[in-house]
């Protein structure tokens, strides 16, 4: 049974008080099996991080969601309906956030926020809590002392390791990370990224990985959706996507992508703007940044079957 | 400011040098009035060697270097002069007059605090619905009335069945402890419920603000995605880390809270330190006033002080850079 | 249709109050020293919020109380504003000794309670109008100088600022035509918020005699009606009326204030935790927006 299921998931997003609801996230499908790991790129505001949040449940009271989220085979929004927050499956689910940025409250002991995130039962035996905290924080390469600290008593890189011990605490079988390594410094973001690869590993967790740096997901994902205007516009094998990118969006974010071996090269980046989620138009959304546009962009592409991947782009052509 | 002083040390040489400096205001003003204080006086008729004897006496005829030493030893001994109106030491009635403001004013902030915790709590559990707008509404009409207003309607509303005026039953003769508690309880009742109301109102939009903005941030998603319930949420994470930044807006509307107090007890005549106030204010008792201002100012300056080094007590995030 | 805006709305009624201060006496359908009925009439047609003590018409004071309440208020908005915006400008500007030195004095006005202080000044001055206007601005300056203390910090370092200097522009000048325009809007948010402070204590003062007896404001009203006991006998329309004022005029101007204040920059907040939770679409997934 796959871990994670997500079909034609849809959320609209009130952006201001009275003002009409943006669609944010527009008919995105994938689904998971257990020790799978997907890559959800795009620039900021393409909707992926809003994708995540509606699998996690913690969209806030200004978005509906239309289309169906299951984990673990549980259906996520069923119980929503009567206006009450739903009992999500949020054990079988880990959320690792940026925590150089606010994820970790400020006033409270890390120990004490990572033994909130244990389950009932553990945490209804203190000694056992404080051994299981103990080792969350040895597993993510933290001194078990650390538990006792405050969150801006640790780096960046510690606080991001905190952060994943944290979203391991409720023994998770699922594990979405929203940039996880951005604001990190380079050598910093490779180790974390090792941490989570081992861990993943290891724990056999199915992993959505949200990230605008294609060159990570490649390294780190099985599969790869790239995501634009919130919609999944080119999806598949990791290899195949940033082997040979079908379409021109993901040709150009590859290029825009400072590699490792490859830092003389020259970066590219993609003209224009992302695009206005509140005006989108009846075409392809990214037809006005696009080098190949045409006038059969015009009309919307639907995601197509093309050699291994899936694309939706009208000019993309098999190779 | 010199970094390596300790923070403590600071603010309170910053507050002693507030002090200070009320004093050395509360001083000139009345000295650099129009005329000076023999003219303040108003003795009727006063003869030219009356006016120089009592020049003398107040030792108006000194430099005004050494008025101001002479009033600072003054001071420094605990004396704030006499009451022209009732020819008692000023320090004895205002300290009679705190303990009277007491009485009202600390029953009224703690209601309004809980108050304004409860509703600031529902209005942004209930964000952009109606709940949050009508009682967005209430604090706001509430913040918007001026406060004597407020005591005058409930006064209007309640005349008759509640004492509007004074501390007491003057007319009550020998009442056993119990009675006279009981009695001033009764009298204290309504000044207290409209301190509260005119307290509420700011209390509840700066604790609304500050609640919607811790629940704003990030390790509020963190505290969700690990399955807590919404009320865990909210009083682990939401509460506290809201109601530190609230100390210390506390201490920045003690301003409006002392001329709250001051109209309200004017208002029911409530023999606390505003109506004391109030009445110097028609008596033209100088001292009094004089005193009455540096008290208030004196006790506002230290619950400021309070309040700071008890948000550095209880916020981690001071304490360590204090450290630092 | 649109709603109309917190801003629009707050205007409206200040531009509305500000007519019925410039006109009061023209409008008003009474005098205000005129007797014009018996001693707390209660509402009828020819006296449309009865009468007060005196037995003038209480509608008419209120347009007549305007005048004072407003004038008193702008007028002490604007001597704070003059005080904290030159205060907040030049240390922010200059820096230094100059900047600490005004700094202490503006933390020193910030914790003194400002009201028994206007009181100490306004009881040693005598009660009189300018005095008034004069107490209150003196005294409300402080929010607006750390406020523009803060943006000239921010403006001065900004790189057209700093081109300017180097071609050998006078302070002055640079000040002028440079921060100001800047802080235009954080001025007059400032301004608004002030006047609503301003009108509090304008009635603080009146309720405690400080100010001269044959004044008519709404603050002397609720004083008036308090001393001739109008709450005991039941007239309420005596000091009902100028506290609506007070509280509609405040309101407005909390409107207008915060309004400009947040067209400066704060951004929209959202908790991400309320009761209800997202809602689920009922119609079917995949249509189109």
């Given at each position: ?15 201001a008080?009275?003002?009409p ?31 995540l949040?509606a699998i ?5 009271a ?5 289309g ?14 009567g ?5 999500l ?5 880990g ?15 890390i ?6 995130g ?8 203190a000694?056992?809590a ?6 969350l ?12 600290a ?6 960046g ?17 699922l ?21 989570l ?26 599969e ?11 999806r ?7 082997g ?9 974010l590859?290029?825009?992508?400072p ?6 090269g ?5 003209p224009?703007?992302p695009?206005?989620l ?5 075409g ?6 696009c080098?190949?546009?045409a006038d059969?962009?015009a ?10 991947v ?10 | ?20 400096l ?8 009345f ?17 030219p ?5 009592l020049r ?9 270097w050494?008025?101001?030493?002479a ?8 004396n704030?002069?006499?009451?022209f109106?009732?020819?008692?030491p000023v320090a ?20 309004a605090?809980v108050?304004?915790v ?12 109606a ?10 009409v509430l ?11 409930l006064?209007?509303?309640?005349s ?6 004074g501390?007491s ?8 402890g119990?009675?006279?508690a009981l ?22 939009i700066?604790?609304?603000a ?41 201490g ?5 809270l002392?001329?709250g107090?001051?109209?309200?007890e004017?208002a ?12 110097a204010?028609g ?5 009094m ?11 506002v300056?230290l ?21 630092a | ?11 409206t009624v ?9 006109l009061?006496?023209?409008i ?6 005129e ?9 009828s047609w ?12 209480v509608l ?10 407003m ?21 922010g500007y200059?820096?230094g ?10 933390d ?6 400002a009201?028994?202080?206007?009181i ?11 005095h ?6 003196a ?7 750390r ?14 600022v ?16 440079h ?6 809007a ?5 301004c ?11 009635s603080?003062?009146?309720f ?14 609720i004083a ?11 007239a ?8 609506i ?6 309101l ?8 400009v ?9 959202a908790?991400?935790?309320s ?14 927006a």
């Open positions: 049974m796959n871990v994670l299921e997500v079909e034609r998931l849809n959320v609209e997003v009130a952006v008080h009275d003002g609801p943006t669609r944010i996230v527009r008919d995105a499908s994938f689904s998971l099996a257990p020790g799978q790991r997907l890559g959800l790129i795009g620039e900021s505001g393409c909707g992926k991080t809003t994708t949040l996690a449940g913690l969209l806030s200004s978005a509906t969601v239309g169906r989220v299951s984990i673990a085979g549980v259906d996520q929004f069923s119980g929503i309906a206006g009450r927050i739903p009992a499956a949020r054990r079988d689910v959320v690792v956030f940026q925590g150089t940025m606010n994820a970790l409250n400020p006033v409270q002991r120990g004490a926020q990572l033994r909130e244990l389950r009932a039962e553990v945490r209804a035996d000694q056992l404080r051994a299981r905290v103990d080792d924080l040895e597993r993510v390469g933290l001194s078990p002392t650390l538990a006792r405050y969150p801006h008593e640790l780096s890189g510690m606080r991001q390791r905190a952060c994943i011990a944290i979203a391991l605490a409720g023994e998770p079988r594990l979405l990370a929203d940039e996880p390594t951005t604001a990190l410094d380079t050598l910093v973001e490779q180790r974390i990224v090792a941490l690869d081992e861990l993943c590993r290891e724990l056999q967790l199915a992993v959505v990985l949200v990230s605008h740096d294609l060159g990570l997901a490649a390294h780190f994902c099985d790869i959706a790239v995501m634009y205007g919130g919609r999944i516009v080119e598949g094998a990791a290899a195949e996507v940033t040979a990118p079908h379409h021109p969006y993901t040709a150009l590859l290029a825009a992508t590699t490792m071996t490859s830092t003389k020259q970066i590219v980046s993609i224009g703007a695009p206005d509140r005006d989108l138009g009846s392809c959304a990214f037809a006005p940044r080098p190949r546009a059969v962009c009309a919307r592409p639907e995601l197509r079957e093309l050699d291994a899936q694309v939706a782009c009208h000019r993309a052509v098999s190779r | 400011m010199p970094t390596g002083v300790p923070y403590v040390a600071r603010r309170l040489l910053g507050a002693a040098a507030t002090i200070l009320a004093v050395t205001l509360n001083f000139l003003l000295r650099l009035a129009p005329g000076d204080a023999s003219d303040l006086t108003h003795v009727p008729g006063a003869s060697a009356l006016r120089h004897a003398h006496e107040f030792g108006l005829d000194q430099s005004l050494h008025q101001y030493l009033y600072l030893g003054q001071l420094a001994h605990g704030l002069g006499v009451s109106a009732n020819r008692l004895d009635n205002l300290w009679t007059a705190i303990g009277q403001t007491c009485i009202i004013a600390l029953p009224g902030l703690l209601l605090v108050i304004a409860a509703t600031g709590l529902l209005s942004v559990w209930r964000h952009g619905t709940v949050d707008h009508a009682s967005r509404g209430t604090a706001l913040y918007a009335l001026p406060a004597q207003w407020v005591a005058i309607v006064i209007s509303l309640t008759g069945w509640l004492p509007t005026a501390a039953d003057p007319f009550a003769v020998e009442q056993s119990l009675a006279h009695d001033v309880a009764h009298h204290a009742l309504l000044p207290a419920v409209c301190y509260a109301l005119v307290a509420y109102g700011q209390f509840m700066v604790v609304r500050s609640l919607l903005q811790s629940l704003s941030e990030d390790y509020i998603l963190t505290a969700r995605a690990k399955g807590l319930s919404s009320w865990q949420v909210v009083r682990r994470h939401a509460l506290r880390t809201a109601l530190l930044p609230v100390t210390t807006l506390f920045l509307t003690l301003g409006s002392v001329a107090i001051v109209l309200i004017a029911f005549s409530w023999p606390g330190i505003g109506l004391a106030i109030a009445n204010v008596a033209r008792d100088y001292p006033l004089q005193g009455a201002f540096l008290v208030v100012t004196v006790v300056v619950t400021n002080l309070a309040v700071d080094l008890l948000y550095r007590a209880l916020d981690p995030r001071v304490r360590v850079s204090r450290r | 249709m649109r709603r109309p805006s917190a801003f629009g709305v707050g205007l200040l531009a509305l109050f500000c007519v019925a201060a410039l009061g006496p023209a008003a359908p009474y005098g205000l020293h007797q014009v009925g018996g001693v707390f009439q209660p509402p020819s006296h449309p919020l009865g009468t007060d003590d005196a037995g003038r018409d008419s004071l209120c347009i007549g109380g305007a005048r004072v309440s004038v008193v208020a702008v007028a002490a908005s604007f001597v704070a504003i003059a005080i904290g915006a030159s205060i907040g400008v030049i240390a200059s820096g000794l100059v900047d600490g030195v005004l700094m202490r004095i503006t020193y006005f910030l914790v003194v309670p009201l028994p202080l206007m100490v000044i306004s009881t040693v001055w005598g009660p009189s109008l300018w008034v206007v004069l107490v209150i601005g005294l409300l300056w402080t929010p607006s100088a406020v523009l203390r803060a943006e000239v910090l921010t403006v001065r370092e900004r790189s057209y700093l081109r300017v200097r180097a071609m050998g522009a006078s302070r002055t000048r640079i000040i002028v035509h921060v100001l325009p800047q802080v235009r954080l001025i007059a948010a400032n608004v918020l002030t006047i609503s402070v301003a009108i509090f204590f304008e603080a003062l009146a405690l005699g400080l100010e001269s007896a044959d004044t008519v404001s709404w603050g002397t009203m008036d009606a308090f001393r001739r006991a109008a709450a005991s006998s039941g309420w329309w005596a000091f009902v009326p100028p506290g004022c007070i509280a509609i005029v405040v407005a101007c909390n409107l207008v204030g915060s309004a204040e947040d067209r400066a920059g704060t951004r929209l907040r908790p991400r935790l009761r209800t939770g997202f809602a689920v679409a009922d119609r079917t997934a995949g249509e189109d």
